[in-house]
């Protein structure tokens, strides 16, 4: 694939290291490239950052038609640049449109895209700990017109941003609540793809559950409300008498690609990993009972967060002394020490941008 360049003439200055956050910095640059029925995907070109032009009655404005990936480029030590299994961004990026009815790019070239997008914006990538730079592709339906039936007209758009920490206090555990009222997905529905109406349909959740001082919510199933699912916008682990227990995908969670890296570690130091349902009624019990030993959050953003108290209606419980516990401590270690680079990388998950 080609990928034409427009330098973007006046460069951003770049943000304090402590400043960052997540997701409120772009970089100087995006990757745009469009599709249409008759042409395929055509013009890829790297441009300064900034707005897009849409038709008004563009499909993504009215229908949801989006979905998106995360992931990271990471500073190393010697200065060079990498990204962590970037291929199955792409993978699932593709499963994504194919539940939503979007085109498909070629994993390939997304992949050239993000690499010649990071190499353009390189100066970007912080280096202090806890920081890197996170990647946003995004594909969405630019259809001018109100017909709900197919997709002629797509973008794909890649933009990036240095970011800190997910949650304001880094590793510090977090609070979550689960979630009675509204679910995220139901089985047939869209909860494996990452498209943007799951985040829509969470947001109301969300906003309660922070009025009430909580961190995030902690999803159940949308059929029975029984079942753990994930949390809002990351995957759960539980360690309940030395076995790591995760909600198995059943349809409705995201298959998350640090969700897969951590089962991959833990199940490679002999950690016993079922993935399986597990009933909100045995975790609460599981944290009455202190057989609950950790529990945390995975996700590219969040990479591996504590959770230090658990709420479901008026049962409250602290894990762990509120404290992160010794195996969550060492997967974030050993998982933010292979995306980094300093520590190797047995299972040929990284790839070098420069
Ligand atoms: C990510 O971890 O990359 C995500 O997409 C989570 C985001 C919704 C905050």
């Known amino acids: 694939m080609t990928i034409s360049f427009t330098k ?7 943000p304090e290291s402590d400043a960052l956050g997540f997701g409120k910095y772009f970089t100087d640059h995006m990757f745009l490239m469009d599709y249409s029925d008759t042409d395929g995907w055509h013009d ?12 008004p009655a563009a499909g993504v404005l009215h229908y949801g038609a989006e979905v998106f990936e995360g992931l990271k480029a990471y500073r190393r030590p010697d200065g ?11 993978a699932r990026l593709n499963r994504s449109c194919d539940r939503i ?17 990071v190499r353009a914006d390189e100066r970007w990538v912080p280096s202090e700990p806890g920081t890197s730079l996170y990647i946003r592709p995004f594909l969405y339906s630019t259809n001018p017109t ?84 994930e949390g809002g916008g990351m995957n759960v682990m539980f360690r309940i008498n030395g076995t790591v227990v995760t909600p198995m995908l059943t349809g409705s969670i995201l298959p998350g690609i640090t969700r897969k890296s951590c089962i991959e570690l833990l199940r490679s ?8 349902l597990i009933s909100v009624d045995e975790l609460f019990e599981a944290a009455k009972t202190g057989a609950l030993e950790e529990a945390w959050c995975v996700g590219t953003a969040a990479v591996v967060s504590p959770i230090g108290e658990l709420a479901w209606g008026k049962r409250k419980y602290t894990i762990n002394d509120n404290r992160i516990g010794p195996l969550s401590q060492k997967l974030y270690d050993e998982l933010t020490g292979i995306q980094r680079g ?13």
């Open 80 to 90: 060079g640049v990498q990204l962590f299994r970037p291929w199955e961004n792409m």
């Open 269 to 276: 130091w002999g950690v016993s990993v079922e993935e399986r």
């Open 8 to 14: 973007n003439p006046t460069p951003g200055k770049l």
């Open 44 to 55: 890829a070109r790297i441009v300064p950052f900034g707005p897009v032009s849409l038709s």
């Open 146 to 229: 109100l017909s709900l039936h197919g997709v002629f007209a797509a973008t794909f758009a890649v933009i990036l941003s240095p970011s800190g920490n997910y949650f304001k206090n880094g590793l510090e555990p977090v609070s979550i609540m689960v979630e009675t009222e509204d679910v995220r997905a139901v089985r047939g529905g869209t909860g494996e793809a990452k498209c943007g109406g799951n985040y829509a349909a969470a947001n109301r959740a969300g906003d309660k559950a922070a009025e009430k001082g909580f961190a995030q919510v902690l999803w159940l199933d949308g059929v029975e409300r029984k079942y753990v699912e």
């Open 342 to 354: 300093t520590k190797p990388d047995p299972f040929g998950w990284v790839c070098r941008v420069c």
């Open 101 to 117: 009815g979007l085109p498909r790019i070629n994993k390939e070239d997304g992949l050239q895209a993000i690499l010649e997008l």
